[in-house]
Nanobody
Framework: QVQLEESVGDLVRAVGSLRLSCAPS????????LAWFRQSPGKQRDLVAL???????DYADSVKGRISISLDVTMNILYLQMNSMKPEDTAVYYC???????????WGQGTQVTVSS
């Protein structure tokens, strides 16, 4: 299991932007799927964005058009760019890397993101 280090979360106002980062400590990403999940109080952990090894991406309907997942191959850093943020985006965000959709994989420690109206 690889430890994934996430950037510190932040508090932003609605319509604002924020970029989260994630990187494996002492290693590189070596999985077929990289993703970001989020979890709000009282809710389950949901998939926000997914990046496949072939470069394909997928996003939750609630964030399509506002969020972009990308990987800086040179620096080995996974990013989640969030724009036009809404209060509903408030949650703890977790980065994840896995071999397949059926593998839980490695997880980041989680970072709090709060969006105020």
């Amino acid at each position: 299991q690889v430890q994934l280090e996430e950037s510190v979360g932040d508090l932003v106002r609605a319509v604002g932007s924020l970029r989260l980062s994630c990187a494996p400590s002492g290693s590189t990403f070596s999985c077929n799927i990289l993703a970001w999940f989020r979890q709000s109080p009282g809710k389950q952990r949901d998939l926000v964005a997914l990046l496949a090894s072939n470069g394909g991406t997928d996003y939750a309907d609630s964030v399509k058009g506002r969020i972009s997942i990308s990987l800086d191959v040179t620096m080995n850093i996974l990013y989640l760019q969030m724009n036009s943020m809404k209060p509903e985006d408030t949650a703890v965000y977790y980065c994840n890397s896995r071999i397949s959709l059926f593998d839980s994989g490695d997880w980041g420690q989680g970072t709090q993101v709060t969006v105020s109206s």
